[in-house]
């Protein structure tokens, strides 16, 4: 969508006499678009300040400066808001980005991805984009989340994202991780770690009387390792891990597998699927949904079989875990 200079909004059909709500907040931090001001917004001058005003309650969460606007600057029937209505709009949203330099744009709703050159919501939400060479996170309207309650987990989770765009960390940083392939390896990487540890396995199916396991991982928090499962057959190895209170994500999977494939029964201490469950149980129970949501983290889910093989794919999962 290209830019049409029109300061005094000649080219708009409601023209220069419509009543604008103009941006405000801080600068140098979000630059949040919604679709346009309603009625609410008018009688104030402030925008979202009616019913999608709860994304005010959200940003105020994250802790960083926030500037709240529109990709529509009048009040408009959403019927009327024309695709040239909002291409005469862009030229008000390139002069806020020059004046508050945002580190970080956050489109709400389809209209505000559109003026930034993004048709739609849904396949671009949970990416870092770009326009003019500022960042771009596209998530849900607030009034999208009133009407369907279980898109405001996906709005939080990229309202995370944005924070980690904004404070310069990496959303896609690699988590470190070790490939094990001896006994010996194994022991010196647990002989200084007494607990609680993540664990995690991969497998060939969801079976435990037909299926193997193809690797197992663990993690102390600070990085995961991966090892083949045969190293289970270990005395020393067994003797050690059944020593070491172990967490995981719908724990009695893993641990069954590993009891029925190779004899070893392990302490489990704690598991993040039935604490996520305990504190609510209408919510998305995927290891992936969970951390995109408390911390902003793209899913990583495996797209192929290779892709579960993938050490990183290993290491993510297990790492989150803890």
């Not at 671009?124 to 607030?142: A, N």
């Not at 960390?169 to 001896?182: A, C, F, H, S």
């Not at 995961?224 to 891990?241: E, S, T």
């Amino acid at each position: 969508m290209e830019r049409i200079p029109d300061p005094h909004c000649k080219l708009c059909p409601f023209g220069p006499q419509a009543h604008k709500v103009n941006g405000k907040g801080e600068k140098g931090g979000l630059l949040v678009l919604g679709e346009a001001p309603h009625i609410f917004e008018r009688i104030t001058n402030r925008p979202f300040t009616g019913p999608s005003g709860m994304i005010r309650t959200l940003l105020d969460k994250l802790g960083v400066p926030y500037y709240l606007s529109y990709a529509v600057r009048c009040q408009v029937s959403p019927a009327n808001i024309t695709p040239s209505v909002v291409t005469n709009c862009l030229y008000w949203t390139e002069v806020e980005i020059r004046e508050i330099q945002p580190k970080v744009i956050v489109a709400l709703g389809a209209t505000a991805a559109s003026q930034l050159g993004f048709p739609g919501v849904g396949e671009y939400r949970g990416q870092v984009l770009e326009h003019r060479g500022v960042p771009v996170v596209i998530t849900w309207h607030p009034l999208a989340v009133f009407r369907d309650r279980s898109l405001l987990s996906q709005l939080w989770a990229d309202l995370q994202l944005a924070r980690r765009l904004a404070l310069g960390e990496d959303p896609n940083e690699e988590i470190p991780y070790r490939v094990l392939e001896t006994p010996q390896e194994l022991l010196d990487w647990l002989r200084d770690r007494s607990g609680p540890l993540a664990l995690d396995i991969e497998t060939q199916g969801l079976q435990w009387t037909i299926h193997q396991i193809t690797s197992i991982q663990m993690s102390d928090g600070r990085e995961a390792v991966i090892f083949p499962p045969q190293l289970l057959k270990d005395p020393n190895v067994r003797d050690q891990l059944s020593r070491i209170p172990i967490v995981g994500h719908n724990l009695p999977y893993d641990l069954g597998f590993i009891l029925y494939h190779y004899g070893l029964r392990l302490t489990p201490v704690g598991d993040s699927m039935l604490g996520a469950h305990m504190i609510n149980e209408n919510i998305s129970k995927s290891l992936k949904q969970l951390v995109s949501t408390e911390f902003g983290v793209p899913d990583w889910s495996a797209k192929t079989r290779e892709d579960y093989q993938d050490p990183s794919y290993a290491a993510r999962d297990v790492y989150w875990t803890y």
